[in-house]
């Protein structure tokens, strides 16, 4: 991909809402705190972008206003009208344009596609698999963009290793098979059933490599962990992971304690002045496997990670996650 210092101007986004001044606070050209976390993750997503992907370079290079616009537009290949429309409503408080209204009143026409059962093992145990959110033809596709990304051959092992500067995590967001899921009916609908709505963002998000384990390559962690902050109350929110390919119990899979929701809080409170992120709960913990298309959906408050590859076979994913506008960001972290 290009750098942001390579590219020359290319047509303004100025009609995107708070674009500019979310450049000038992630430069540190100004601490005006003109929006808040959830307006950024908006925006990021409206835009196509990764949160890591959009970070990183702004912090390290600084680019003016113009270079940081090209970027942009030279990332996603071009920008989805109906999302920026959607966007920039939201962002001025008006209501919806009558495009993504069809859009939501469709999801939520549709059957439901977690059933009783589905929807009984989610309030008891955290967790729901989503079976075929992508069709396995769609999943096929995500593989072979995986092994193009990584330049890997599935013939060939000894290519599996390749040195790597965020372990598991593969940090490549656009390309069309990669929007399967995030525009997946299935998909949709399912966090619209955990949520209580259909009015969600789906997450631009990478992919995940995770290869046998080896004398000399173990996996890098962090195992079970949580993304959000600790602190009390922790609001409700989800995450989510598609496998690309047929995914066994041992072979590197979701790992996460399930259930874990329901005592948390008194949990937290016993630790006292322990920090919970250092204590052991593998004892407890179980892996999720699942087939080829299929979606993994938790609870963030769940303690959840990547597990050791057992098998001879990598681990291919792609993570993805649907939220509502006004979910909670806790401000203090713990």
Sequence with gaps: MATLASLAPLPSLAHVRGIEDYWLRRTGRTEQRGANDMADRILLDALGLGIEQTLLPLLRERP???????WVLETVGGLDADRIARYNAWYDGLPMP?????????IDAMAPVLDADDLRHWDEHGYVVLRTAIDREEAADLEALLWQVIDARPDDPATWYGPRTNGIMIQHFQHPAQETVRRSARAHKAF???????????????????????????LPGPRRHWDVSLALPIPFGTQGILYMTDTAADQGALELVPGFQHRIESWLDALGDTDPRQVDLSAEAITVPAAAGDLVIWRQDLPHGPSPNGTDRPRMA??????????QVNPVWR
């Design 318 to 327: 792609q993570y993805i996650n649907m939220y509502s506008p006004a979910a």
């Design 192 to 218: 619209a059933q955990l949520w209580g709505t259909s009015d969600l963002w789906s997450t631009t998000d990478r992919m995940s490599f995770n290869p046998p384990e080896k004398p000399d390559h173990c």
């Design 98 to 106: 009558e495009a993504t209204r069809r859009r939501l009143a469709a």
């Design 64 to 70: 003016d206003f113009p270079t940081f616009e090209a």
